[in-house]
């Protein structure tokens, strides 16, 4: 049959604990340290409670050892860090993540934070953290609306108000974004034969975009898309009467965008109790190298196939700062990282790199500062060289890393560059 022959196909293709510091030290709102030497801090914002936490708290500690690392700055200066979860009832929340920013902006010793995770939260927080100033550095978010106006209207982000005229740009990302994953992905699904593909996302603008350049790409290659729905969560009612829908179109894959806590696990398993076990499944970085969605899925996850926007570290063995990082990250956490910690730790250190260029100039260390210097990067870090362009998106080196779930664990593939 054409599904176990794409199945086999794909198969061959393809945290830490919450750390809080407290504040000594600082000036006025906007970072101005009132003395040389005095404290200066950066923060986290990252889901690390409930199912996201699975990967938002290995991001978390990403940064975090970046700053246990750096805890004596140039000038005498001391660094700490402030972590906060955007997590509501096990879920990133966008609500959650905008009040955690307007706590950063009224506290005057945090010059810079890094994420967060998700892209739905990212558009709620730019605006806060764009008026006062506080640059931020996402490590993982992938939706192309948040950097590039003509895709922000369709993902449900207000443009204006995330990059207001006249006001320095707040907002960078290590990572690529969906138009290239969702090309990635689709070359996945093309390569391993798939011919037909039924498309769900998880009603969220990440997952929303994610499935729209897979369809965009799908199509374009000669596959054809089965349907399209959307999700919200794991109903357990609303997903059986979908596996029924998508059985009755005879897809030779499902590809899912979206997080596992959008459904993506449920989905899955589903699937295997609706009679298409042998339908895989595709998705991006919301489900892959997640610990969460094996967990969830259980069996009905094996041979599932995704891309995350990051270095797998096993890609970087070569790299002696990368295996210094997971010896370090080892000895911090006892628990091994994730890719996306190795992207936090690298917007760990551009940040604490832009504080000390501030402190070298004379200068004590302020917002507009530390920004300008960020804006300016130029830096290379264990992922690979790094600077920001105009509008916020690295314009260095950028990947994607393929995973599939084998024996129940997702096992690395290979590492595809984004040309």
Not at 84 to 110: E, L, P, R, W, Y
Not at 232 to 259: E, I, R
Request: charged share 15%; glycine share 12%; hydrophobic share 40%.
């Amino acid at each position: 049959m054409q599904q176990r022959k794409v199945l086999r196909s794909l198969a061959q293709v393809a945290v830490g604990a919450l750390f809080v510091a407290g504040i000594a030290g600082c000036g006025a709102v906007g970072g101005t340290s009132s003395a040389k030497g005095g404290t200066v801090c950066i923060a986290t914002d990252f889901p690390v409670s409930g199912t996201d936490a699975t990967a938002g708290l290995p991001a978390q500690n990403g940064a975090v050892l970046a700053a246990q690392q750096n805890k004596t700055l140039h000038g005498g200066y001391t660094l700490q860090i402030k972590t906060f979860d955007d997590a509501v009832n096990g879920a990133h929340n966008a609500t959650q993540g905008a009040t955690n920013v307007g706590k950063m902006a009224t506290d005057s010793c945090i010059l810079a934070m890094v994420g967060p995770f998700n892209s739905g939260v990212a558009g709620a927080e730019i605006p806060i953290a764009t008026q006062a100033g506080l640059a931020m550095i996402s490590p993982a978010n992938t939706n192309p609306g948040l950097t590039l106006q003509q895709y922000a209207q369709a993902y449900g982000f207000d443009f204006a108000k995330m990059h207001p005229a006249g006001q320095p740009e707040a907002y960078f990302r290590i990572p690529a974004n969906d138009v290239v994953q969702g090309k990635e992905d689709a070359q996945i699904a093309l390569d391993a034969g798939a011919k037909k593909a039924y498309v769900v996302d998880d009603s969220e603008s990440y997952g929303k975009g994610l499935a729209d350049f897979f369809t965009q790409y799908f199509t374009a290659g000669g596959g054809a898309t089965a349907g399209r729905d959307s999700i919200t969560g794991a109903n357990t009612t609303q997903l059986a009467a979908l596996v029924s829908k998508m059985k009755a179109t005879t897809p030779d894959v499902v590809f899912y965008g979206g997080v596992t806590s959008g459904g993506g696990a449920a989905l899955r398993q589903a699937m295997s109790s609706g009679g298409m076990s042998s339908v895989p499944m595709v998705g991006g970085d919301g489900i892959a190298d997640d610990p969460s969605f094996t967990q969830i899925a259980g069996a009905s996850a094996e041979g599932t196939t995704g891309t995350v926007a990051a270095p797998d570290l096993l890609g970087l063995n070569s790299n002696p700062a990368a295996n210094k990082f997971v010896a370090d990250y080892k000895a911090a956490f006892n628990t091994d990282p994730i890719a996306y910690s190795v992207n936090s730790y690298d917007a760990a250190m551009i940040e604490i790199a832009a504080i000390n260029k501030v402190i070298d100039s004379g200068k004590a260390p302020d917002r507009a500062s530390v920004l300008a210097n960020i804006a300016g990067t130029s830096y290379d870090g264990i992922t690979g060289h790094i600077s920001f362009d105009q509008y916020g998106d690295n314009a260095g080196a950028k990947v994607f890393s393929i995973y599939t779930v084998k024996n129940g664990q997702w096992t690395y593939v290979k590492t595809v560059p984004v040309t």
